[in-house]
Each structure stands twice: as C-alpha cells, then as structure tokens.
C-alpha cells in the first residue's frame, strides 16, 4: 500500500530523534527546514548529529531511550540499529496519537521520509512508498537541475500580490497568466 502525501504544518509540533548516528543526521537535516522544536536522545552521537545540535540548538540528553520518553512529543524518529527498539517504540506510540518514523523499517512507521526540493515556498516530493529511495533520490535530482534557481523570488512575489488583490475571476486570470509566462520563459 501507498503512503499519503501530506504535507504537515510542523511550528507547534514537537519531535524527538532517537538515534544519534550518520542516519539520525541525515534525518535531522530534512527536519531543521521545517522545525527545530528537535530533542534528540541518544547514547552516542556522530559529529555531524553533533554539529546541527550545537548550530540549531537542539536539545540533546545522552542516555538511552527509556519507555515513556515519547510523551509529549508529536513526531518521533527511531534512528538506530536495534529493530527491537524500532518495534518498541512503534507499539508504545499505538495507543496514542503519536506518529512514528523507523528508519528502514517501514512495518514500524506511520509516515516515510519523501525525497523532496525545497526552494522558498516551492516543495516538491518524490516517493517510492519505501520500495526505492534511491529512485526518489535520482529523480528529485533530475527536477533540481531543471526548476529554476529564480522559482522562490517569484512564489513570493505572487504570495504579496495574493494579499494584496481582491479574490474572483479576474484575480485568477491575472496569477494565471503570470504562471503561464513564467513557465514559458523558464521550461523551454
């Protein structure tokens, strides 16, 4: 089965990282464009873990995770080795509304990781549903290479002119034909 597109407004969302390894940095990378409401909870850290804890000021306990630790959170990432801690941590979260994230173990998540661009207002995903990252991987790249460098400049300035004129047919006709210039001088 598919995973849904969705995507999460994240400003009063708390998230917890359990995991401090190469991974648990790569996952805490795609997370800082959205969030830094981040602790992270891990015996052991990577120095790249440990450099976008001390960049974001993140918070950080060095211990191990204890049951219970996801109180309170939102969103949690199990970022480890250990499948038994994945399974765990998915049971624990299932008699509340938190969502999980384990790290290639799709049986135990609630949501996946997409591969996405991210270029002001412009995001843009790509999912296998689990089946291959590394296929998401090359066509986000293929799509980074092709949308142009300018594209935030302009969501902006058509997100002003949204507040600034009236909504109706006339309105739509207008960003209508902005877009249409746009992709027409930058998508040849």
Do not use: W
């Not at 630790?69 to 299932?94: F, N």
């Amino acid at each position: 089965m598919a995973f849904f597109p969705m995507y999460v407004d994240m400003d009063n969302l708390r998230v917890l990282v359990v995991g401090g390894g190469v991974v648990a940095s790569e996952k805490l990378q795609k997370l800082l464009d959205f969030t830094n409401n981040i602790t992270v909870i891990s015996t052991n850290i990577s120095s790249e873990t440990k450099g976008l804890i001390q960049e974001y000021v993140l918070c950080y306990e060095e211990r191990a995770y204890i049951c219970g630790d996801i109180e309170g959170y939102d969103i949690v990432i199990v970022a480890t080795d250990t499948i038994e801690l994945h399974k765990a941590i998915y049971d624990e979260s299932r008699s509340s509304r938190i969502l999980v994230n384990s790290v290639d173990n799709t049986a135990y998540c609630d949501f996946i990781f997409p591969s996405y661009i991210k270029q002001g207002d412009l995001n843009i995903s790509f999912s296998t549903s689990g089946a291959s990252p590394a296929f998401s991987k090359q066509i986000r790249q293929y799509f980074e290479r092709v949308i142009p460098n300018d594209v935030g400049d302009f969501l902006e300035k058509m997100k002003k002119l949204r507040r600034e004129l009236p909504k109706g047919k006339a309105r739509m006709q207008k960003f209508d034909g902005m877009v249409r210039n746009y992709m027409e001088k930058n998508f040849k």
